[in-house]
């Protein structure tokens, strides 16, 4: 019995590392954000049933809004592109390497999106969510929109606050 628990695991590690190998830390970036656009889906079908509200005419609502949210990441992906051809075109030398940083930024905002929607859809099935957890949830969207437009050469919201009389 130990012997085939060992096998597994190590079938288990294997796949993963080739997985891994193949994608990159980039891939399982998308693997999560496809993983959390369904389980938001289904816990959004889940509490909307709970209600007795769900319809198909919703369902396609979903989905399409999940549509739209592939479109959105297939055009991020081009900093991508922009990064290959960068890196693979000898006329066009920067000072830096650039590797692409829109797409992993707008997959990381549309995670903490689909786990606040999840959180939101668990409170709708009836289960109790934490507060903080909405609230950390937040932060860590605020945080990601401020990358964002960090890199879109944007002041982030924060530095718009004023902290002790002082605007920073």
């Known amino acids: 019995m130990e012997s085939n628990l060992s096998r597994f695991k190590l079938w288990i590690t294997g796949i993963l590392g080739l997985l891994t190998a193949f994608w990159g830390w980039l891939g399982w970036l998308a693997a999560g954000w496809i993983a959390a656009m369904a389980m938001d889906y289904i816990t959004g079908s889940l509490a909307a049933a709970k209600k007795g509200a769900w319809s198909s005419a919703s369902a396609r609502e979903g989905i399409w809004h999940k549509a739209g949210m592939i479109v959105v990441v297939v055009a991020a992906g081009a900093d991508l592109l922009i990064s290959v051809l960068l890196a693979n075109l000898p006329l066009v ?54 990358a964002g437009e960090a890199i879109a050469g944007e002041i982030p919201h924060e530095a718009h606050k004023i902290q002790g009389g002082v605007q920073r």
């Open 93 to 146: 030398e920067l000072p830096v390497a650039y590797t692409g940083m829109v797409c992993p930024v707008v997959l990381v905002w549309y995670i903490i999106t689909e786990l606040g929607s999840m959180a939101e859809n668990a409170a709708g099935m009836g289960s109790d969510v934490p507060p903080w957890l909405l609230r950390l949830l937040a932060v860590g969207k605020n945080a990601i929109d401020d």
